[in-house]
């Protein structure tokens, strides 16, 4: 994202974000109530280089964003290493363990590898403004929020892609300085 072209186009964060209308969900990881295994199939269904992790589905609060490559190394360290993890063991991202019987298998505690305070715009945020982040700040995705929840993701490769659809359309509105 270099930093020649002025973006100036008024387009919302709202219009590059996905998933789009059509796309499947967001593919999001919820801070409790997920097991090994539904963490593993996530990772094998998909590619996206992360996930948010939300409260849970009916509350899609965010609590943070975590890297595949993390995840990957994590749940193979945890079913190598740590002893009685099964695909049944939950997952947690969470500062304290909820409460579980005794004979459910061990959690399997990720806090650490969460990135608890991701980058996020609101839906009307101008691109203006999201292009100009990500270039200060070297962004590689942000999430996008409305009223407390969390509605997508825009990626670098997702504002490289917006940038050019909008160079095409109107090429005198790009300015090169
Ligand atoms: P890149 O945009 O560099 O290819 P990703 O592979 O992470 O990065 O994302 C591919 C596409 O999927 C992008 O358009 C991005 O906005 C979207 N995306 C990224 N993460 C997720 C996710 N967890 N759930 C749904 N869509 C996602």
């Given at each position: 994202l270099e930093a020649k072209e002025e973006f100036r186009h008024k387009t919302l964060a709202t219009d590059v974000?996905?998933?789009?209308?059509?796309?499947?969900?967001l593919s999001v990881l919820t801070e409790s109530r997920m097991t090994v295994e539904e963490v593993e199939r996530l990772i094998a269904d998909t590619t996206y280089s992360g996930f948010p992790v939300v409260i849970s589905q009916q509350s899609p609060r965010l609590v943070g964003f975590v890297l595949r490559r993390d995840l990957i190394i994590s749940l193979e360290n945890a079913r190598r290493h740590?002893?009685?993890?099964?695909?049944t063991s939950p997952i947690l991202f969470t500062e304290c363990d909820p409460p579980m019987s005794p004979s459910a298998p061990p959690a399997v505690k990720l806090r650490s590898i969460l990135d608890l305070s991701p980058f996020t715009v609101t839906v009307h945020t101008p691109m203006e403004i999201v292009v100009d982040i990500f270039r200060k700040l070297g962004l590689r995705q942000c999430l996008v929020i409305q009223n407390g929840r969390l509605l997508g993701i825009i990626t670098k490769k997702d504002i490289l892609k917006h940038m050019a659809q909008m160079a095409n359309r109107d090429p005198d509105s790009i300015l090169f300085n």
């Amino acid at each position: 994202l270099e930093a020649k072209e002025e973006f100036r186009h008024k387009t919302l964060a709202t219009d590059v974000m996905r998933p789009r209308r059509s796309d499947p969900l967001l593919s999001v990881l919820t801070e409790s109530r997920m097991t090994v295994e539904e963490v593993e199939r996530l990772i094998a269904d998909t590619t996206y280089s992360g996930f948010p992790v939300v409260i849970s589905q009916q509350s899609p609060r965010l609590v943070g964003f975590v890297l595949r490559r993390d995840l990957i190394i994590s749940l193979e360290n945890a079913r190598r290493h740590q002893e009685g993890v099964v695909s049944t063991s939950p997952i947690l991202f969470t500062e304290c363990d909820p409460p579980m019987s005794p004979s459910a298998p061990p959690a399997v505690k990720l806090r650490s590898i969460l990135d608890l305070s991701p980058f996020t715009v609101t839906v009307h945020t101008p691109m203006e403004i999201v292009v100009d982040i990500f270039r200060k700040l070297g962004l590689r995705q942000c999430l996008v929020i409305q009223n407390g929840r969390l509605l997508g993701i825009i990626t670098k490769k997702d504002i490289l892609k917006h940038m050019a659809q909008m160079a095409n359309r109107d090429p005198d509105s790009i300015l090169f300085n």
